[in-house]
């Protein structure tokens, strides 16, 4: 069985750096990852390639040696310093376990009970937050608050404001 997890961004706002937390992510994926696609959005060169896909070696440290050079090849390549997608996917499957399709924000894991286990430990051992990652299940949605007419509208239609846990604990204090 799988769950999503997502990023708790308030520690990006806090200043832990992305590139670390995108680093530290694919080493701890890195044994089950067979294949990727890295793309630039907005490439620092225009003439610079915006797509990088293929296969991933078999040995697991060839694998991190090959993910740490397509991370490089992202951050240093990148116009914008978070603006980029990658995506990794394990072997027969359909829909990437690993997906930064192009922001902190929409950052999502679809993980099994084992690839959270190394990603946890990994976090640990890189002195990140522990709650760095947090089950998506767990992202809290109130309706729209206010009386002006566009938050009224807002309501009545549906719309939604969501808080991490992180989010949702600060704003409780």
């Not at 390639?49 to 991190?64: F, I, Q, S």
């Not at 991370?71 to 930064?100: G, H, I, K």
């Not at 522990?130 to 299940?137: H, R, W």
Request: overall charge neutral; aromatic content about 10%; charged content about 20%.
């Amino acid at each position: 069985m799988r769950t999503m997890y997502l990023l708790e961004k308030t520690y990006l706002d806090e200043g832990v750096p992305l590139e670390t937390v995108l680093r530290v992510a694919c080493m701890a994926l890195a044994p089950w990852a067979v294949r990727y696609e890295a793309r630039l959005i907005m490439p620092r060169v225009s003439d610079t390639p915006t797509l990088r896909r293929g296969t991933l070696p078999t040995a697991v440290d060839e694998r991190r040696a090959a993910l740490d050079t397509l991370l490089t090849w992202l951050t240093t390549n990148t116009a914008v310093e978070d603006l980029f997608a990658l995506s990794l996917w394990e072997a027969d499957q359909a829909r990437p376990f690993f997906q930064y399709p192009d922001t902190p924000d929409v950052w999502s894991l679809w993980l099994t009970l084992a690839q959270w286990h190394a990603l946890q430990t990994a976090c640990q051992s890189a002195h990140l937050p522990t709650d760095l990652f947090f089950d998506a299940d767990q992202v809290i949605c109130t309706p729209v608050e206010g009386n002006t007419l566009l938050a009224r509208l807002a309501r009545r239609l549906g719309f939604q404001k969501c808080y991490t846990p992180r989010q949702w604990k600060r704003r409780q204090t």
